[in-house]
């Protein structure tokens, strides 16, 4: 009887060996042919050179929904098809750098500050606003000032909080002054709204982003301020009071037609069980949206290229989604999944990339504690790419509608951190800030969880 249980044990310990091996050379023949044959970044140069950015209802939108799809059927996609969606048509209607000023004639140095508009935002108006600046630090400041709000323009200097080793936590923490801050500040009768950008970089650059009005208190005019202009002018109102004119031009258009562009792999033994992989299409219109979401674009077309180019055959259906209007709407994650639900389709698990093209680290992961412990025991498989640990958190805003629908697992690749918002929704979000290698390994990191996916289940 012993010697029979160890016959069995060591017969198991083999056939586990033998299926990590197995998993260790197609992994590492993903990463050959994306590391050596990749074309993610010249395909992210030819959307971010050719096409540029990409916000929702701009002429942009439509010429990267068509370059998108034709390179899904040259890719090799079983088929390829647009999915219609309403989306939002917000215009900036002009850049807004030089139309914010110093009224005071005893300010030292230039009196223009650097700014833009925060997305969603209304305009000044055609005669812009001249107002009495009142600086606060925090929510809570505010509220103690209410009483001083009334005809101001209120300057939110809220700095990312450096302690965070994940940037993220510091984007998540500073990110409520603009998403709502606006509408906190008309409540008291502010006029206008300055938002410290959600950064932590050393240039001046203004990162503009959507902000959410509150439809209880009046819409008032909000702008981003790049960081040294903000320690500028915080650093004045110190010790004086200073009046300041901007002026800008955003407004919404009528909702206008997009499209989510999908591609896909037709499953050879589960064809009607769906794995979804994707990254958003749109991006603000200040620079290029190469890192976002332009990385997650072509990360998701080239985990098809390289199944294709090595004859991988999927067991589930294999769906390369690049999703409509994430950054002011989320109309196309939300069409997605309510397609999917009344189509009664059945989704096993969607990735996201949406965190940059720089280096892999790991994976978050949205699921039951066994789903994130099976995950998890592939983490040695991906070791070798920069994957150091798939832990839990939730995959990205696109994927969120199909947790929220059907319980489907959610993951998201996580890169470094550290360089993400020196360029998140700035004029230098730009195809020259993202490394070739960086960017063609979380491809391949990309790959290999699909891969383990598909062939194991969740």
Known sequence: MRMLSLIVFVLGIG???????????????????????????????????????????????VKAEQWGLQLMRETGADKAWLQECMVPHWVRGGMDEASFKFLDKNFQGKNTLDVLALGNSVGTGSNGVTAEVLIVNSFDELEAKKDQVKG???????????????????????????GG?????????????????????????????????????????????GLRDADRLSGYL?????????KTNGHFLPDTIGHNVIGELEGTEFPDQIITIGGHLDSWDPAEGAHDDGAGVVHTIEVLRAFKALGYKPKHTIRFVLFAN??????????????????????????????????????????????????QSWTPLLHPYGVYEIATGGGGSDIGPLNRTFQTPVSEL????????????????VFENVNKRELELGAVNMAALIYLVDKYGL
């Open 152 to 178: 101001k323009i209120v300057f939110y200097n809220y700095k990312f909080n450096a302690t965070f080793v994940n940037t993220f936590e510091a984007y998540g923490d500073a990110g409520k002054y603009r």
């Open 326 to 375: 994430e950054e002011n709407g989320l109309r196309g994650g939300t069409k997605y999944a309510e397609e999917a639900k009344s189509k009664n389709e059945k989704h096993i698990f969607a990735l996201e990339s949406d965190a940059g093209g720089f280096t892999p680290r790991g994976f978050s992961f949205g699921g039951t504690p066994a789903q994130l412990k099976k995950a």
């Open 181 to 225: 801050g606006p509408s906190r500040a008309a409540k008291y009768g502010a006029v206008g709204v300055i938002v410290r950008s959600l950064s932590e970089s050393e240039d001046n650059n203004p990162h503009t982003g959507a902000t959410r009005y509150d439809s209880a208190f009046a819409k008032i005019p909000a702008v981003a301020i």
């Open 238 to 246: 110190n010790n004086n009071k200073v009046e300041v004119f901007f």
């Open 414 to 429: 996580s890169p470094d951190s550290q360089r993400y918002f020196d360029y998140h929704h700035a004029r230098n979000d």
């Open 15 to 61: 056939i586990t060996v033998s299926g990590q091996t197995e998993d260790s050379v197609f992994i590492k023949r993903l990463s050959d042919e994306i590391l050596t044959n990749g074309k993610a970044y010249d395909n992210l140069h030819d959307l971010t050179k050719k096409i540029g950015g990409r916000l929702s209802g701009s002429p942009q939108m």
